[in-house]
């Protein structure tokens, strides 16, 4: 029976791995982690992580091919292939701060690697790493070999939160990248075994390592450089009458740009996009591209003008304060479906609304009262690290409090702020919302969900991102 242990219990190793296990009932799947809470967590029947169809999934594998342990070594050592999926964070000092991936936790696992096998293994990286890193790697483990043989394979994940299961059942493409020797060949072929099982040959893409490698960040640079081009648009668009849904649209229909990924909105989220960009940012820096850099660069930069200019609007209609106001924050995760915050646009909005003295009162179906104080305390990237490094629950933010739904967080406040699409938002009684708010109410709409006609028949001043003006807004200071 092939062994597969995946070093990472986390939004990737988590899914991927039970994916793996329900599609080949012929692998023991061992996932294993250094922390002791989410693999608890796993061995319950609450999942750490939120993500629709999961549960399912591993109900029908966990304790029969699927196991969660913290018995790293144990089960590094017995396993033939090896995933790596831990974080990659942004390094938060030394060379390359605020841009470089910190491999401090990938380096830990491969030297652990090199310490415990005992037998020939193949290596595959997960995680999403720097073009070069499996060279790094490989020079880790076999420094320390012992005559064992490594194969390093790079196979980035493609899934986005949300749509996890979907996407890991059907995925566009999975990508195998692998020295082009004979014994990398194999490993590439062994690798392609296990996706075979359920994913169609013509899908399975194989490449060299760094094209591998390179491809993850690139992918996710392209990603985001359509929603920061869509999102610059979403400027224009109320600078001058038009609406960005409708252009959004008529761009959309071209077929050489296509539809998908044009939703204007108060900017990115997620452990990604950022961390990526930056990351692939600092590699040109180093191979003295910066034209090249600066370009990706700007995709950061519009993003953090999206949700800077966010803010500005709120502050700007409501009378240039809003200070002591009460504002109602809708969503609080980077998207719809997923309980994740890391990098959610959210955190910058309430600081900066928190820098202008609001009182916020959040409401998320999905992310704890916790989570929430955590994020508008923490400094920035410290998320990125393994939990148990993360610092200790703070004592909160004192203006913030934390709703249990849409209606309580709304009750007798001046705004609201919708930051993350759940459906939940299209479908409230904004009537009985208006009723129990101060006046004038106002939307404002960061993620497009509302009827704006509809809400200004009822009487709110609505702002929605990339949208014709309400008359109220064009009368304000202009935003930066
Ligand atoms: P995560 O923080 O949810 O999970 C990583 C896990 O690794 C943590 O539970 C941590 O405790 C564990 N870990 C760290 N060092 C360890 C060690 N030495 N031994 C055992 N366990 C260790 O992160 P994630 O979102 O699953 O992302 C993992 C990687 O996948 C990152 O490189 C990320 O960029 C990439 N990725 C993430 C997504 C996504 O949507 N989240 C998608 C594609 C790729
Ligand atoms: C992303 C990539 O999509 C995925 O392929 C990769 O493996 C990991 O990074 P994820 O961050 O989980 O996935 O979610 P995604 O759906 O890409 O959304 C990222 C952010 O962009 C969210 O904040 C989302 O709300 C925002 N977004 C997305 C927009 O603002 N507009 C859009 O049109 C699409």
Redesign the pocket.
């Known amino acids: 029976m092939v062994k597969i242990c995946c ?8 899914p991927t791995m039970a994916v793996i296990a329900l599609n080949c009932p012929s692998i023991e799947v061992v996932v ?4 002791v809470t ?1 693999i608890s967590a796993w061995n319950s029947d609450q999942l750490p ?1 939120y993500e629709p169809g999961l549960n399912e999934v591993v109900k029908q594998c966990k304790g029969r091919n699927l196991f969660f342990s913290t018995d ?1 070594e144990k089960h590094v050592s017995e396993a033939d292939i090896i995933f790596v ?4 964070p942004t390094k938060t000092r030394g060379l390359g701060a605020g841009k470089a991936a910190d491999l401090t ?1 990938w380096e ?2 491969a030297r ?1 690697i090199a310490d415990v096998s005992k037998s020939n293994k193949i290596v595959v990286e ?4 720097p073009v070069k890193t499996a060279e790094a790697i490989e020079r880790i483990l076999t420094h320390n070999s012992k005559g064992i043989k490594y194969q390093i394979l790079s196979n ?6 949300g749509t ?1 299961i979907q996407d890991l059942f059907k995925p566009d493409r999975v990508l195998i990248g692998g020295r082009e020797t004979p014994d990398g060949l194999k490993a590439i072929q062994a690798l392609k075994d296990v996706y075979a099982h359920w994913v169609p040959e013509d899908r399975i893409i194989t490449t060299n390592l760094w094209s591998a490698e390179l491809s ?1 960040l690139a992918a996710n640079a392209f990603l985001a450089q359509r929603i920061s081009s869509v999102n610059a648009m979403s400027a224009l668009c109320e600078a001058t009458g038009a609406d960005v849904s409708q252009v959004s649209h008529a761009v959309g229909k071209d077929s050489r740009i296509g539809p998908k990924f044009l939703d204007a909105s108060v900017g990115f989220g ?3 996009f950022q ?2 960009i930056l990351n692939l940012v600092y590699i040109c820096e180093c191979n003295g591209l910066a034209e090249v850099a600066n370009y990706w660069k700007q995709v950061i930069k519009v993003n953090d003008y999206q949700k800077n200019r966010f803010v500005n609007r709120v502050v700007s209609s409501m009378f240039n304060t809003v200070s002591g106001k009460k504002i109602g924050i809708m969503g609080f995760a980077f998207k719809k479906d997923t309980g ?1 915050t ?1 990098e959610t646009p959210a955190i910058d909005v309430c600081k900066g609304l928190l820098g202008d003295k609001a009182r916020l009162s959040i409401y998320d179906p999905q992310v704890t009262a916790d989570q929430i104080q955590r994020d508008l305390t923490m400094n920035k990237f410290d998320w ?1 690290h ?3 490094l993360q610092p200790m629950s703070p004592t909160g933010v004192k203006q913030v409090s934390i709703a249990w739904d849409a209606y309580e967080a709304s009750k007798d406040a001046h705004a609201l702020c919708i930051l993350t699409e759940w459906d939940e938002f299209k479908t409230l009684d904004y009537r009985r919302i208006f009723d129990n708010m101060q006046k004038p109410a106002f939307v404002f709409d960061g993620r497009n969900v509302v009827n704006v006609e509809m809400l200004r028949d009822i009487g709110f001043i609505v702002y929605s991102i990339g949208k014709p003006l309400d008359p109220w807004l064009k009368n304000m200071p202009a935003v930066a």
């Open positions: 070093i990472g219990a986390g939004y990737v190793g988590g294993v982690d250094i922390s989410r992580i790293v999926s831990v974080n990659t936790y830990s696992a652990m997960k995680s999403t790493v980035p994940e493609f899934l986005a939160e996890a993850k997620g452990s990604c961390k990526d994740d890391r990125d393994p939990i148990h």
